[in-house]
């Protein structure tokens, strides 16, 4: 079963604002990953943030953690059309493999 | 640069066929992972493996095998396909240790007729 689910599943937004994604989970977690997938390829890692961790930046890449809420969100500041991109939250609960969620899928407009 | 090869970018297949989706890996990663990905159901895993002829099953194994014959090399097997079987399949690989980031291949689009 998918562990988390990202929200919105659809967000589309003008060049040069911001774009925020959320995950939420059902468990206790390790950490939770942030993954890109550009349309048809394989996922690239974003970032990385572990259960003791309440907030980590990554350039433009802004990503939160509420343990107790047991939910993340990414933020893209000043988004750019390359930006354009499915988004998954990915789950580790202590086990070697990680637990996706569906996606929230971003289109940036000119 | 790091790099998950996997060996066919489209292919198709016949019902009943046997298919063989190869992965390979550059970065001596211990763990290698199968997800097939769907509209809707985002990535589910289908098989992973913690070392050479080491294999675990995941969330749908079900129609599928793996074989992991060298650290480098992890094939998704096929043994009769179906249908519902047309995917996106994608490999990874993650070096030893929890929770550590997945390196995926550019992902297998399979249709099965």
């Known amino acids: 079963s998918q562990q988390g689910e990202e929200d919105p599943q659809a967000l589309s937004i003008q060049e040069g604002e911001n774009a925020t994604m959320n995950c939420s989970y059902k468990?206790?977690?390790?950490?939770l990953q942030w993954y890109r997938q550009n349309s048809g390829r394989g996922l690239v890692h974003l970032i990385l943030?572990?259960?003791?961790?309440r907030e980590k930046h990554s350039g433009r890449l802004r990503v939160t953690l509420d343990t107790s809420k047991k939910s993340s969100s990414l933020l893209i500041t000043a988004s750019r059309a390359a930006d354009t991109a499915s988004y998954f939250c990915a789950t580790d609960k202590g086990a070697q493999k990680l637990v996706f969620g569906q996606g929230t899928r971003l289109t940036i407009n000119p | 640069d790091v790099k998950v090869t996997q060996s066919s970018r489209y292919l198709v297949k016949r019902t009943g066929e046997k298919v063989f989706l190869e992965c390979v890996q550059d970065?001596?990663?211990?763990?290698m992972f199968w997800y097939r990905q769907d509209p809707g159901l985002g990535l589910r895993l289908i098989y992973f493996?913690?070392?050479?002829?080491?294999?675990e099953k995941g969330d749908i194994p079900e129609g599928y095998s793996v074989s992991r014959e060298k650290k480098e090399r992890f094939s998704l097997i096929l043994e009769s396909a179906s249908t519902n079987q047309t995917s996106m399949y994608l490999c990874?690989?993650?070096?030893?240790?929890?929770?550590?980031?997945?390196?995926f291949g550019s992902g297998t689009q399979l249709s099965v007729l």
């Open positions: 970065m001596d990663h211990e763990n």
């Open positions: 990874a690989s993650s070096p030893t240790g929890r929770g550590e980031k997945l390196f």
């Open positions: 943030i572990r259960s003791n961790e």
């Open positions: 493996s913690y070392d050479v002829k080491m294999k």
């Open positions: 468990t206790s977690i390790n950490n």
